[in-house]
């Protein structure tokens, strides 16, 4: 009996989200997660980045009785599901269509001043138009550090790069950006 | 050098919390449908053990009111087309060996 409960015990650690329960529990504590990454990946539209926030689920739920590991592993999974999701819409998408990235969100009211706002609502735009020309593999970085919060070497263990390579990535994003508000303030000067 | 990227990236961080991103209505009625969702289809409903527990105490207290009255009912009809084959009525003229005797 001792042996049944236990082997019952690990295949449930094994493969955790089988049931409609917990994969239900998985979606609500991930989703936002994976919207968000989607969104910063793909850059929009809204109903195309929700389309594939959707199909990245129900890939997932087609899956369920693959994956096993624990939460971290899961969001891990998810996102490399929603990748190549992404991979395929880009793939797919128009050249020369290019839409200003995260053109269609807005940037909530901070305890900031309304000047400082003004400054930060300026520096956005300059962020977004230096990372439309970056790389989908350098966008993905912004992505994970910024918008999700992951550290360094999350993001190259994740990535499957070395943590130097993404460092430099990010210091040369913030150097571009850096340089961006200094010529936008000489402009402002003259 | 590093001090700077450090503020810059707080910096970031702080104006990438501004972004507000969160799926449309829409998105959430559409996952309302998916398959893992409980109230999706009745296919996937699965009653959870208490349910199933409390409906079976339900049925067994209703049926168990509904029998009581019930058989009494059932007993009074039976007892109406039986009674003359089983109660026993006087007869007042029985025949008494002692009285026949006398005479």
């Known amino acids: 009996m001792e042996f049944v409960s236990a082997k019952l015990r690990g295949r449930a650690r094994a493969k955790p989200y089988t049931s409609e329960v917990a994969f239900s529990q998985l979606f609500d504590s991930t989703h936002l997660i994976v919207f968000r990454y989607v969104y910063g990946v793909l850059g929009g539209p809204r109903q195309e980045v929700e389309d594939v926030t959707a199909e990245t689920f129900l890939k997932a739920w087609r899956a369920r009785d693959h994956f096993e590991g624990d939460r971290e592993a899961a969001i891990r999974w998810l996102l490399a599901i929603a990748r190549n999701e992404i991979v395929d819409r880009l793939r797919t998408r128009q050249r020369g269509a290019d839409m200003v990235w995260l053109e269609d969100v807005e940037l909530a009211n901070s305890d900031l001043s309304p000047e400082q706002q003004l400054i930060e609502n300026e520096r956005w735009q300059q962020l977004q138009a230096i990372v439309q020309t970056l790389s989908e593999q350098q966008r993905e970085i912004i992505v994970l550090r910024y918008m999700l919060g992951w550290k360094v070497k999350q993001i190259a263990a994740h990535l499957g790069m070395a943590e130097n390579t993404v460092s430099v990535t990010l210091r040369r994003i913030i150097q571009q950006l850096q340089t961006k508000v200094q010529e936008q303030q000489k402009e402002d000067r003259a | ?103």
């Open chain 2, 1 to 103: 050098m590093n001090r700077q990227f450090s503020r810059d990236e707080v910096a970031l961080l702080r104006l990438f919390k501004r972004i507000q991103m969160r799926p449309s209505q829409h998105f959430y009625e559409r996952m309302a449908a998916a398959p893992w969702s409980l109230h999706s289809s009745p296919a996937n409903a699965r009653p959870s053990f208490a349910r199933l527990l409390a409906t079976v105490v339900s049925v067994a207290v209703v049926l168990f009111l509904i029998a009581v009255p019930l058989r009494s009912l059932a007993q009074q009809v039976f007892h109406y087309f039986t009674q003359a084959e089983t109660d026993v009525i006087e007869n007042p003229f029985f025949w008494n060996p002692l009285l026949s005797n006398q005479r």
